[in-house]
Nanobody, 120 residues
């Protein structure tokens, strides 16, 4: 059993900031890359940013300079710091992790999602 639990979503005004967290728990042997994705109403899920186990990051052009992804390997936790938020950032944000469990090979896992709404 493994869980990815996101927290930190909510309502924020344009130009504001929010921080998301995603904690992985369970019989985890190793966590490889982790990432944040988002899905707006009527749109496909898209990559926001990813980070490898060694800290290499990549992010969507639309969030470069505004969002920062990071992780704490000791806590099995992923973070997303979001600044200068725009209405276009409104979406459900999902945590993703490529993990190998104690009793299972490597595969992708998803969190339940957390709503981020940017509105005045």
């Amino acid at each position: 059993q493994v869980q990815l639990v996101e927290s930190g979503g909510g309502l924020v005004h344009p130009g504001g900031s929010l921080s998301l967290s995603c904690a992985a728990s369970g019989s985890i042997f190793s966590i490889y890359s982790m990432g944040w994705y988002r899905q707006a109403p009527g749109k496909q899920r898209e990559l926001v940013a990813r980070i490898t186990s060694s800290g290499t990051t990549n992010s969507a052009d639309s969030v470069k300079g505004r969002f920062t992804i990071s992780r704490d390997n000791a806590k099995n936790t992923l973070y997303l710091e979001m600044n200068s938020l725009e209405s276009a950032d409104t979406a459900v944000y999902y945590c993703n992790a490529a993990m190998k469990l104690v009793t299972m090979g490597r595969r992708d896992y998803w969190g339940q999602g957390t709503q981020v709404t940017v509105s005045s």
